[in-house]
C-alpha cells in the first residue's frame, strides 16, 4: 500500500459545487501539504501544515482551504469550484524539525481534478 | 526568497546518448537541491539531493548531479538513457538548516527516442 494515500484519484464536477481531495499517510510525518501541478508551471504549494494544530498558506490559497483533522490526515476543500481550479493536485508529507530533515518530500500519487 | 530556474521544457533525446538537465537557483544563503522525476500517471519521487559535502550526487538510475555554488547550478545528468528515462524531472530548492519551503522549478520532460 501507498504511504501517502490521496482521494478521489479522478473528479470531475461542475462550477460552483463544493469539492474535498482527502490525503491521508502511514509515514508518521509531522509535516502535509498540498501542491497543484500545471502543465508549464511546474508545482505550486496551496497549504502546509506543520503539525494538527498549525495551517499555514502557500503561494497560491486563494480559494482553498484545509483541514488537518489528525497527524496522518490532511484534507484540501474547494468551496466554490472554477474551471481554473483544473489541475492534478499533490499531497506530500516530510519529516518533523530535527537532524533527519532534509527538506525531502514524499508524494501521492495526486488527485486529477476537472471542473466543467 | 529562494527561486529556481529550469531553462528547458523538453529534452529530446536519442536512447543510449548522454544526457544533462540544467537547473539553476537563486537564493542569499545555503540551499538543499532536490531533483524529482514523475513518470507518466504518477507521482513524484526523489532522484538525489545535495544536502552537504561531496559536490557530485549520485542517485537512483543512474543519475547523477553537480552542484556549482560559483554558477548556482544543480545540472542533471546520466551518460547513457534509456526509453524508461521517459519522465518529466523537477528541480527544487530550499534553505538549509530545517524545514522552509520547498520550491519547485517548472520542470523539464525528457524524451528518449528509441
Known amino acids: 500500500d501507498a504511504d501517502v494515500t490521496q482521494t478521489p484519484r479522478n473528479r470531475i464536477t461542475k462550477t460552483g459545487k463544493r469539492i474535498m481531495l482527502e490525503c491521508s499517510q502511514t509515514?508518521?510525518?509531522?509535516?502535509m501539504y498540498w501542491y497543484r501541478q500545471d502543465p508549464g508551471l511546474g508545482l505550486r504549494l496551496i497549504y502546509y501544515?506543520?503539525?494538527?494544530?498549525?495551517?499555514n498558506k502557500g503561494e497560491i490559497s486563494d480559494g482553498y482551504s484545509v483541514s488537518r483533522q489528525a497527524q496522518a490526515k490532511f484534507s484540501l476543500s474547494l468551496e466554490s469550484a472554477i474551471p481554473n481550479q483544473t489541475a492534478l493536485y499533490f499531497c506530500?508529507?516530510?519529516?518533523?524539525?530535527?537532524?533527519?530533515?532534509?527538506?525531502?518530500?514524499?508524494f501521492g500519487e495526486g488527485s486529477r481534478l476537472t471542473v466543467l | 526568497a529562494q527561486s529556481v530556474t529550469q531553462l528547458d521544457s523538453q529534452v529530446p533525446v536519442f536512447e543510449e546518448a548522454p544526457v544533462e538537465l540544467r537547473c539553476n537557483y537563486s537564493?542569499?544563503?545555503?540551499?538543499?537541491l532536490f531533483w524529482y522525476v514523475q513518470y507518466p500517471n504518477q507521482g513524484l519521487q526523489l532522484l538525489l539531493k545535495?544536502?552537504?559535502?561531496?559536490?557530485l550526487v549520485k542517485g537512483i538510475n543512474g543519475f547523477e548531479a553537480e552542484f556549482n555554488k560559483s554558477q548556482t547550478s544543480f545540472h542533471l545528468r546520466k551518460p547513457s538513457v534509456h526509453i524508461s528515462d521517459t519522465a518529466e524531472y523537477f528541480c527544487?530548492?530550499?534553505?538549509?538548516?530545517?524545514?522552509?519551503?520547498?520550491?519547485f522549478g517548472t520542470g523539464t520532460k525528457l524524451q528518449v527516442i528509441p
Open positions: 506530500a508529507t516530510s519529516v518533523g524539525p530535527g537532524e533527519r530533515d532534509s527538506g525531502e518530500l514524499f
Open positions: 509515514k508518521g510525518h509531522d509535516r
Open positions: 501544515s506543520f503539525d494538527v494544530k498549525d495551517i
Open positions: 537564493s542569499s544563503v545555503s540551499v538543499y
Open positions: 545535495y544536502l552537504s559535502g561531496s559536490t
Open positions: 527544487a530548492v530550499t534553505l538549509s538548516g530545517g524545514y522552509q519551503k520547498v520550491t
